[in-house]
């Protein structure tokens, strides 16, 4: 079993920075492949960046391709989502998942993800 925790959600204005966290607990943490995925009112949750194990190897979404980056501290058992350059169209709840990926591989799916936080809002006012 593994819990994970976002924080660091809040409102700012287009074009501003944001950092989400997500604190994890339970397994060995760096045995997780860690993502971040978002949902606005009315959508369908969407995959915005993964990253493996050891975070040699990161994916995004071509809509934040550029503008986020996600890490992880595997010290902290805490994984990160840097915002730059935030969108109106950037505002949702944002999900922190977790999966058991020992290997270099992780999926960008979410029904590939078996841990899921309760959410953090990020709102950026145009």
């Known amino acids: 079993q593994v819990q994970v925790v976002e924080s660091g959600g809040g409102l700012v204005q287009a074009g501003g920075s944001l950092r989400l966290s997500c604190a994890a607990s339970?397994?060995?943490?760096?045995?997780?492949?860690m993502a971040w995925f978002r949902q606005a009112p009315g959508k369908e949750r969407e995959f915005v960046a993964a990253?493996?194990?050891?975070?040699?190897?990161?994916f995004y979404s071509d809509s934040v391709k550029g503008r986020f980056t996600i890490s992880r501290d595997n010290a902290k058992n805490a994984v990160y989502l840097l915002m730059n350059s935030l969108k109106h169209e950037d505002t949702s709840v944002y999900y922190c998942?977790?999966?058991?990926?020992?290997?270099?591989?992780?999926?960008?799916?979410?029904?590939?993800?078996?841990?899921w936080g309760r959410g953090t809002q990020v709102t950026v006012s145009s």
């Open positions: 998942a977790s999966r058991y990926a020992p290997g270099s591989w992780f999926p960008i799916r979410d029904h590939e993800y078996g841990y």
């Open positions: 339970g397994r060995t943490f760096s045995n997780y492949a």
């Open positions: 990253i493996n194990r050891n975070g040699g190897t990161t």
